[in-house]
Nanobody
Framework: QGQLVESGGGLVQAGGSLRLSCAAS????????MGWYRQAPGKQRELVAV???????NYSDSVKGRFAISRDNAKNTVYLQMNSLKPEDTAVYYC????????????WGQGAQVTVSS
């Protein structure tokens, strides 16, 4: 059974940067879109950014101009470079992979805590 493994979370001061990585391992399905979501305490999980296999990208308005998503299709890996971090970016960040051909079939990472201090 394949899985997504995240790394790179941590504690950073406001204005700082962090880079998250998410690699697919094992016998995971053929991957289409990949993305990052986040969930802050007491809030619903929200989309941060998504990238298609062809490199089309969509960001939430709250991170545009500060975060950058990228991927390496050969390695089944997605990255999230987070710059100019704000305390309101504090959340657990989850990576997500959609099946390339089967709508609604997805896999989630275990989550990475990102904490931004003021």
């Amino acid at each position: 059974q394949g899985q997504l493994v995240e790394s790179g979370g941590g504690l950073v001061q406001a204005g700082g940067s962090l880079r998250l990585s998410c690699a697919a391992s094992g016998n995971i399905f053929s991957i289409g879109d990949m993305g990052w979501y986040r969930q802050a305490p007491g809030k619903q999980r929200e989309l941060v950014a998504v990238i298609t296999r062809g490199g089309f990208i969509n960001y939430s308005d709250s991170v545009k101009g500060r975060f950058a998503i990228s991927r390496d299709n050969a390695k089944n890996t997605v990255y999230l470079q987070m710059n100019s971090l704000k305390p309101e970016d504090t959340a657990v960040y989850y990576c997500n992979a959609e099946h390339r051909y089967i709508s609604g079939l997805t896999s989630w990472g275990q989550g990475a805590q990102v904490t931004v201090s003021s």
